[in-house]
């Protein structure tokens, strides 16, 4: 049995932890299995968004504390460190579907996502400090998430929060009763990322990570240049055409698996 199942539907990219005996907990391996899967998906031209889940009752106890004792005096910080941030400054949007327990790297792989989701069953917890460990890999993504007041806080007590206090601390973005209202919001959600130009898409990502750090006479340069390139290209120009003649994108009849005749 694997212990991650890939697939893809249309432009969306499927990734689903399947070791719900131990809460969906990661090894390296799993790490190096979705790497070689995001790797694939962003040359192959016909994935336009990632979704992670996972089956059972929790969605990710964080790395497999067996797998990290193996690596003892080796690089498994190093294989942590490249796998959040390959999956922080991925091109395409992510979304991570959140149906129960969320506890240490779990919760620094929802805050690389771009649009985490949860239901009501969900909880939070950064539980390292209870095991005389640190969320050190994962600090500067969750800090920037929920900010430094709540990480002081949550850092050092190891305290479970529910979902309402996660979308408060903006740790998900929305709150929902049911798996099934879940899915249905990631299949909208997946639908208006198609609608979007690739590469728009992907630069659109990187002003959301990025521009709230520039200063503003570096963002003016860095986004009038961008919005002119945008404009010359080839997709800008496709966008702008369909526009006009009120039809679907050519990347949309793509992601769709249609064509333009």
């Known amino acids: 049995m694997s212990d991650l199942y890939i697939d893809q539907d249309g432009g969306a990219l499927r990734i689903t932890f399947a070791r719900p005996e131990v809460h969906n907990a990661f090894t390296g391996a799993m790490l190096q299995q979705i790497g070689n899967a995001l790797d694939e998906a962003r040359t192959g031209g016909h994935v336009r968004v990632v979704v992670l889940a996972a ?12 797998w990290m004792a193996s690596q003892a005096g080796g690089d498994h910080s190093a294989v942590l460190g490249r796998f959040f941030e390959t999956l922080n400054r991925y091109p395409m949007p992510t979304i991570a579907r959140i149906q129960g327990p969320v506890r240490g790297g779990g919760v620094g792989i929802i805050s690389c996502c771009d649009i985490p989701l949860c239901t009501r069953a969900a909880s939070f917890a950064l539980t390292e400090v209870r095991l005389g ?119 949309v009849l793509e992601a769709e698996g249609g064509d333009e005749r």
Request: net charge neutral; proline share 3%; glycine share 8%.
């Open 55 to 66: 089956e059972g009752k929790s969605f990710c106890a964080g790395a497999d504390l067996r």
């Open 133 to 251: 460990l640190a969320p050190a890999v994962i600090s500067p993504y969750v800090v920037r998430k929920i900010g430094v007041a709540a990480a002081r806080e949550l850092f050092v007590t190891g305290e479970t929060f529910d979902a309402d206090r996660a979308q408060r601390l903006q740790l998900v973005n929305h709150v929902f009763n049911s798996e099934r209202e879940m899915d249905r919001a990631i299949t909208r959600l997946t639908s208006s990322v198609i609608k979007g130009g690739p590469v728009a898409v992907a630069e659109c990502k990187n002003l959301a990570l990025t521009m709230g750090e520039v200063p503003t006479d570096e963002a003016l340069t860095t986004t009038t240049a961008l919005i002119a390139r945008l404009r010359a290209g080839e997709e800008g120009q496709e966008g702008m055409r369909s526009f006009l003649e009120k039809r679907a994108a050519s990347w």
